[in-house]
């Protein structure tokens, strides 16, 4: 089966501050990863597909990055709003379904 | 707008069945490029996908609960269901249910979300 590692498992930062979260593949997974944004108390959002692809609707302020083992989540400018906890997703050709243990944001 | 609602107990016996129903409004559950999906998320910690259905009834299940789950669709009220049995406290969670994109070119994303409902296993 294959693992993800995301890091941090927390972060703290201040608001204009450039954060990058990164979740690496046991093997390489290509560009199948995507990330999501949950906010407590809500559900998952869909931020960014395929490794770098901006959901419609999402700020140009997150981006994401990587291919084969190795995968990059940053937020460009650190707002208010971006307090949640960020979650990478991959999936394979044997139908499974893996989360990140996730990365809790938090404001300085 | 695509939306999704959770229903079905909040409380679950030990060894008991688990039933939830998630409505679908705004498209229909009989979309061809999509899959609907249950996700769940215990208290305080990460996600776990249970598993995806598709219209016609062709489903995909985790491994580690394909035992214990079964999904099915009714495209007349345009809504999906999950049972799982022989609950344990380890089942305790909020449960979603997802649009599930499954695409050559796009990828596999979950891209709309109902808001979940808590499900407690307990006598």
């Known amino acids: 089966d294959i693992q993800m590692t995301q890091s941090p498992s927390s972060l703290s930062a201040s608001v204009g501050d450039r954060v990058s979260i990164t979740c690496q593949a046991s093997q390489d997974i290509s560009n199948y990863l995507n990330w999501y944004q949950q906010k407590p108390g809500k559900a998952p959002k869909l931020l960014i597909y395929r490794a770098s692809i901006l959901q419609t609707g999402v700020p140009s302020r997150f981006s994401g990055s990587g291919s084969g083992t190795h995968f990059t989540f940053t937020i460009s400018s650190l707002q208010p709003e971006d307090i949640a906890t960020y979650y990478c997703q991959h999936y394979d050709n044997l139908v499974q379904y893996i989360f990140g243990q996730g990365t809790k944001l938090e404001i300085k | 707008q695509l939306h999704l609602q959770e229903s079905g107990p909040g409380l679950v016996k030990p060894s008991e069945t688990l039933s939830l129903t998630c409505a679908v409004s705004?498209?229909?559950?009989?979309?061809?490029?999509?899959?609907w999906a249950w996700i769940r998320q215990p208290p305080g910690k990460g996600l776990e996908w249970i598993g995806s259905?598709?219209?016609?009834?062709?489903?995909f299940y985790n491994p580690s609960l394909k035992s214990r789950l079964s999904m099915s669709v009714d495209t007349s009220k345009n809504q999906f269901s999950l049972r799982l049995t022989s609950v344990t406290a380890a089942d305790t969670a909020v449960y979603y249910c997802t649009r599930h994109l499954s695409s050559v070119l796009a990828g596999n994303y979950f891209d709309y979300w109902g808001q979940g409902t808590l499900v407690s296993v307990s006598s």
């Open positions: 259905i598709y219209y016609s009834g062709s489903s």
């Open positions: 705004g498209d229909s559950i009989s979309s061809l490029s999509f899959y």
